[in-house]
Structure formats: structure tokens, C-alpha cells
């Protein structure tokens, strides 16, 4: 994967940024912690501008999770209430669970989504809940746009700093993804496993 990363980002430019930022939303494995310090290491190489890279990499991670908001839109808090009876065992929550996520979200929604663009997996799912609870487009957009742009800025500084150590941020930041993302799979097969209906 990082060599066809390195051909596309290196070929497409601004471009390939966006795009990989984008699809890094919709399908997770392909990671911001590699697309962006690569693409601040090619800004200092003469490649596509720093300021540039971290523009169309805000962007691309904004129109992914705008997709996931919009899915979460589609679905609508009465129809996933209605899922979750017919299947809260793999959704591994109940009616009443449903209703307290709400209660949560409603009164923290702006810093979740805030800072979940922040954590790996979690910035991908994160939209959907937003979207289900029908959180304000504007807000969902603000939010979301100023975590994506701090945390694709930070990733593409680090690499333009880093010059050709620039691999040295994926090797500091994929230990503790990979750690986030063993334990939400973990979470979520002990909450399978947990699961019972509400009385």
C-alpha cells in the first residue's frame, strides 16, 4: 500500500491528497497518519505546497465524513430505534441504551465530533451518530472541519519538518492507532457477547 500511496500522492498532487483523505473516511485502512506526513515530506521536496497539502487534506477528510453524516441522515433516530429491536444484539445496544446515547450526544455532540476526527476508526464512525441525531449541518460541518484540518495540519507539518526521517511519524502514531482500533473491535465483540434485552 505505501508505494501505490507514494506513486498516486507524488503523480495527482492537491488532487490525490484529497482523494486519499477522502477514501480514508469511506474505508479506514488506507491511513491519514501515512497520506499526510508523506504529503508534507513532497512539500518539502518542491511538491505541492505545504499549505496546499493540508488544505485538500481537510478538505477530502471533511467530504468523507460528510458521507457517513449524510448515511446517518438516511437512517434517521426512528428507524434506527426500529433496527435495534430487531437487532440489538449485533448492534450491541438496547431501546434504552439508544435513548441514554441520545440524551449524551445531544449534550456533548460539538466536542465528540470535535475530537473524535482525532482518533483513528472513531473519526470515521463518529459522523454517523451526527447524522442519525440530525445534529445541524453547520455545526456538524464547523466542527468537523476544524479537528480535520488540525489533525491533517499536524500530520503534514511533522513530515515537511522531518524531511526524510518523515516515515518517523507513522512509526509513532501507528502503534497507538493500531492499539485504538484492536481495542474497539475488543469492545465490541465483549458487548456481543454481554448482550442482553432490556427487561
Not at 481537510?58 to 426500529?82: K, N, P, Q
Request: glycine letters at 12%; proline letters at 6%.
Amino acid at each position: 500500500m505505501f508505494d501505490w500511496i507514494t506513486g498516486f500522492l507524488e503523480g495527482g498532487g492537491a488532487w490525490a491528497i484529497a482523494a486519499l483523505m477522502l477514501l480514508e473516511n469511506v474505508f479506514p485502512p488506507i491511513p491519514s497518519e501515512l497520506i499526510m506526513p508523506l504529503a508534507g515530506f513532497n512539500a518539502a521536496r518542491g511538491g505541492t505546497p505545504l499549505w496546499l497539502a493540508i488544505l485538500a487534506g481537510g478538505l477530502g477528510s471533511l467530504a468523507g465524513a460528510y458521507l457517513w453524516y449524510l448515511a446517518g441522515r438516511a437512517v434517521g433516530a426512528h428507524r434506527m430505534r426500529r433496527l435495534i429491536a430487531r437487532h440489538g444484539r449485533w448492534l450491541t445496544t438496547t431501546p434504552s441504551e439508544f435513548e441514554q446515547a441520545e440524551a449524551w450526544f445531544h449534550r456533548h455532540g460539538r466536542a465528540v465530533v470535535f475530537f473524535g476526527r482525532f482518533v483513528p476508526t472513531v473519526r470515521t464512525l463518529i459522523s454517523i451518530p451526527a447524522g442519525i441525531e440530525r445534529m445541524p449541518q453547520g455545526q456538524f460541518l464547523l466542527y468537523t472541519a476544524l479537528g480535520s484540518f488540525i489533525w491533517s495540519g499536524g500530520l503534514a507539518l511533522a513530515g515537511y519538518l522531518l524531511e526524510d526521517q518523515y516515515e518517523r511519524v507513522e512509526h509513532w502514531v501507528n502503534p497507538v492507532s493500531t492499539a485504538v482500533v484492536v481495542g474497539i473491535v475488543a469492545l465490541y465483540l465483549w458487548r456481543v457477547i454481554r448482550w442482553k434485552p432490556d427487561a
